[in-house]
């Protein structure tokens, strides 16, 4: 476990330093463990490696500098799950989720000392405490709703739809409800919101095999048929009295609409108090916007939109407070400091000011963060917000090729730059392959075409330039 666990730390770390210098002394450092153990893990490392990636490879250097080489974002995440398929801890609770097994009955699956598997599920039952929840006579319990919240919060992160591990019988009847849906009401989706669903029906229907339901009504559901299709499933399939049915029913359309997958089917949001707290957050918020740049958003033609989507927002973050575990880094922070300050400002006040008692856990706060900067540099035009950057283009290869090149800094919208038509006082970047002395603005010579250096260097002085307008 240990081992693994140290492993795992030395491909993250290579992952994300695999543009930079790293070498071993580094990472001994950064794990405060020996130059005898780093290498040895490595060496483990590489074997497990080639199982999922023949081409993955890690090199070390006689100067001591690691080389990561082969391992995409997807092969780090299959190794990842490799390790969490072998681990003991997830594998007990695991079994206690889909079978409700005690340990006694895993001990052959999982080839440890009875001591140690009952060691294991102290831990867990530590872990799972501190989430609110209990194991009691192999059933994990606690509020049924929060529970299947963890549960689908935890199992789409590390599977990420490299694979499905709940009951065949579930997952057939996950991709039945997902046919019907789409066949039979024309619901588009995307591989990911498929994938999403999936999983959420998946752990939906583990737990009414457990007869474990939910306590109340979620949403008010309009006569459909789908809603008729749905309770004689749970019926058929599951012996649920159709006084939960209309509860669990209520729970699964509460999630489409939530998802922002369907909201045809819903009638009526019942959870009052999170509501209201959604809305009183939603007017908040844009109050706070109006307040600190004085812009006021109704005068956009989407304002009703920006409203709806911002009250779908904190409804869901209150209602099933899901936690971000995908942009977490200080650099994925920086990213947006840098390129939307005045956007990043603004929702990074608000969110730290809120009362943290709203959140179950600090992780609900990046999800939410980035929920709503996301929606804002979508919804709200960036000229709104950010000063703009003036930029001159002008390469001696003629009109056409200055063209070619601001097509390709489309891609840089999100930075509010304003392409000049001849050079200004405004002018606060001159890009071009001749250069000019005397001019009193930055001035960018470029290759033709341009290399990926001088796109690095570019970036580099927007950047700067964006900085001092905000100083």
Request: glycine residues 4%; charged residues 25%.
């Amino acid at each position: 476990m240990e081992e693994e666990r140290y492993q795992l730390y030395i491909l993250q770390m290579l992952e994300i330093k695999k543009s930079t210098y790293c070498s071993i002394d580094q990472l001994c450092d950064l794990l405060e463990i020996s130059k005898y153990k780093v290498e040895k893990h490595i060496q483990m490392l590489q074997i497990e490696m080639k199982q999922i990636e023949p081409d993955a490879s890690i090199v070390v250097e006689p100067t001591g500098e690691v080389n990561l080489t082969g391992v995409t974002n997807l092969v780090l995440k299959k190794i990842q799950l490799h390790f969490l398929e072998r681990s003991p801890y997830y594998l007990i609770i695991h079994n206690f989720i889909t079978q409700e097994v005690g340990v006694e009955t895993q001990l052959e699956e999982l080839h440890i000392s009875r001591s140690l598997a009952y060691k294991y599920q102290k831990y867990l039952k530590h872990l799972l405490r501190e989430e609110g929840f209990n194991l009691s006579k192999n059933q994990v319990i606690g509020t049924e709703f929060h529970l299947r919240s963890f549960l689908f919060g935890f199992y789409y992160d590390v599977f990420n739809g490299i694979s499905n591990p709940f009951p065949e019988h579930c997952k057939e009847l996950a991709s039945n409800i997902i046919h019907y849906l789409v066949s039979y009401h024309d619901i588009a989706l995307s591989k990911t919101k498929e994938h999403k669903l999936n999983f959420f029906i998946a752990i939906w229907l583990t737990r009414l095999m457990q007869g474990h339901t939910v306590s109340e009504e979620y949403v008010k559901v309009k006569n459909n048929s789908f809603k008729e299709y749905l309770v004689r499933m749970i019926q058929t399939h599951f012996s649920i009295d159709k006084r939960f049915c209309d509860k669990e029913v209520s729970y699964f359309f509460l999630f489409l609409s939530l998802e922002d997958i369907s909201h045809q089917f819903m009638d009526e949001f019942l959870l009052k108090e999170v509501d209201q707290s959604a809305k009183t957050h939603t007017q908040l918020f844009l109050q706070k916007l109006l307040h600190d740049f004085g812009f006021d958003y109704l005068k956009l033609e989407n304002s009703e939109a920006i409203v709806d989507g911002l009250l779908m927002i904190n409804r869901k973050w209150l209602t099933y407070h899901f936690r971000e575990t995908t942009f977490v880094s200080k650099i994925q922070l920086k990213y947006f400091q840098e390129i939307n300050p005045k956007f990043e400002n603004l929702v990074g006040t608000f969110i730290d000011r809120l009362d943290n008692k709203l959140f179950v856990d600090s992780r609900e706060k990046n999800k939410l963060y980035y929920d709503y900067l996301f929606f804002l540099i979508t919804n709200i035009p960036i000229e709104k917000l950010e000063e703009p950057i003036f930029v001159y283009i002008d390469f001696s290869h003629g009109t056409s090729y200055n063209e070619y090149i601001r097509s390709m800094l489309l891609t840089l919208r999100s930075m509010h730059i304003v392409y000049e038509e001849k050079l200004s006082s405004k002018t606060q970047i001159y890009l071009s392959d001749f250069a000019i002395e005397g001019l009193s603005c930055e001035q960018i010579i470029w290759k033709r075409p341009p290399t990926p250096d001088d796109w690095g260097e570019l970036g580099t002085l927007l950047i700067k330039v964006r900085g001092e307008g905000h100083e």
